[in-house]
């Protein structure tokens, strides 16, 4: 993001954000400078889903949960009762494995002009390639069909929502055996196969109803901490993100770039840097619930921590963050997810460090404390 100085109350102002790729997270994250001893190494297959977890015998990776998370909450948001993420669950399991698919669009059913819009799904944030037709997303969604355009259906709460939206025109949707409902919406070659992960869908739906209704109650971005914070020592400093430098301080675009941006995956965890009070916990754009755009102003969702001695850092563009304001958080607390929201055309954190209310480049500020954020998560392990 290109921040301007903001003060602590006017934290909605902000400017161009670069255009980030979604780029994969690492296996380990050096905290601290030199070697980082095994107890300051997080568990990054967490994210916003929680950690990687066994269900019904499956074993889900901290991806897999997000997308099952965003499959429920979007239940919970629009009213629905539990079974309907149920039945969403395991169709979407059977179709992608909660994975989010983009379309390589080499299908021979397709056309060229098809071919050519279906291949632009590969300029979203994804997990994965299919090429089954035109489809895309965890749903396999088809924009052929109808479901929607290709940047709609690449956006995981959209294609969440087309699928309730069909479910519930189905009759007796909540009491037709699950299968015959999810057929009802996919009308799939292999219909039958939805009936096979009704236990995972069950079980997944008891872990995260809970937290679903929850988000549904409170609409603000604050989520549950569903992650471990970092065992940081005492006075020491951590990297905020586990992803990787995209962008430094300084001049952009005609403007200057008050922080430095990190870009790792969406919905993987953002720690506190160092011993704080929080400052601020909010939406500071027009909105947060989606996505926002170089049309929108703000930070999107902010967490603002209060250091000390006039020092401050920002940690921007949010999916959500799960501390309040007036909390005191150790180095290494969780406070959020990488996200996109504000103004903001790709997910990534866009981290400041100020001084006095003035941005400094965070780069040579952390190395000076012993983080390198020139070293992405597992250099230097």
Do not use: K
């Not at 504000?342 to 404390?369: K, Y």
């Amino acid at each position: 993001m290109a921040g301007t100085d903001v003060g602590r109350t006017a934290v909605a102002a902000g400017a161009a954000i670069f255009v980030l790729p979604l780029l994969a997270m690492s296996t380990v994250l050096l905290l601290l400078g030199g070697a980082a001893s095994s107890d300051t190494r997080p568990d990054t297959t967490c994210g916003a889903g929680g950690t990687g977890a066994t269900v019904a015998g499956i074993a889900l990776d901290a991806v897999q949960m997000g997308h099952a998370r965003t499959i429920a909450d979007v239940a919970a948001a629009r009213g629905l009762p539990a079974h309907a993420a149920t039945v969403a669950l395991a169709t979407a399991w059977q179709e992608s494995r909660l994975r989010m698919l983009a379309n390589d669009g080499s299908s021979l059913e397709l056309t060229a002009e098809q071919a050519a819009v279906t291949v632009t799904s590969l300029s979203y944030p994804h997990d994965g390639l299919g090429s089954d037709h035109d489809s895309v997303n965890t749903f396999q969604q088809r924009w052929i069909a109808g479901w929607g355009t290709v940047a709609q259906l690449m956006d995981p709460v959209y294609a969440a929502e087309a699928f309730y939206t069909r479910l519930i025109d189905v009759p007796d949707w909540e009491t037709i055996p699950l299968t015959q409902a999810a057929q009802a919406v996919q009308i799939s070659a292999a219909g039958g196969a939805y009936a096979r992960w009704e236990p995972l869908a069950q079980q997944l739906t008891a872990m995260l109803w809970p937290g679903s209704q929850a988000v549904a109650a409170d609409t603000a971005g604050a989520v549950d901490g569903v992650c471990p914070g970092l065992s940081v020592p005492d006075g020491a400093w951590a990297r905020p993100s586990a992803g990787v430098l995209t962008s430094g301080y300084g001049p952009r675009w005609g403007s200057q770039h008050a922080g430095v941006d990190l870009a790792g995956p969406r919905d993987s965890p953002v720690y506190a840097t160092a011993a704080g009070t929080v400052l601020t916990a909010a939406c500071t754009s027009a909105f947060c619930d989606r996505d926002g755009s170089l049309d929108l102003a703000g930070y999107g969702n902010l967490v603002e921590l209060d250091h000390g001695d006039g020092v401050t850092t920002r940690y921007a563009h949010l999916s959500g963050y799960t501390v309040t304001p007036g909390q005191q958080v150790p180095a290494g607390e969780l406070l959020g997810f990488q996200g996109s929201t504000g103004n903001s055309t790709g997910v990534h954190l866009h981290f400041e460090v100020r001084l006095d209310g003035a941005p400094v480049d965070p780069a040579p500020w952390l190395a000076e404390r012993g983080v390198d954020l020139s070293l992405h998560a597992g250099a230097g392990a």
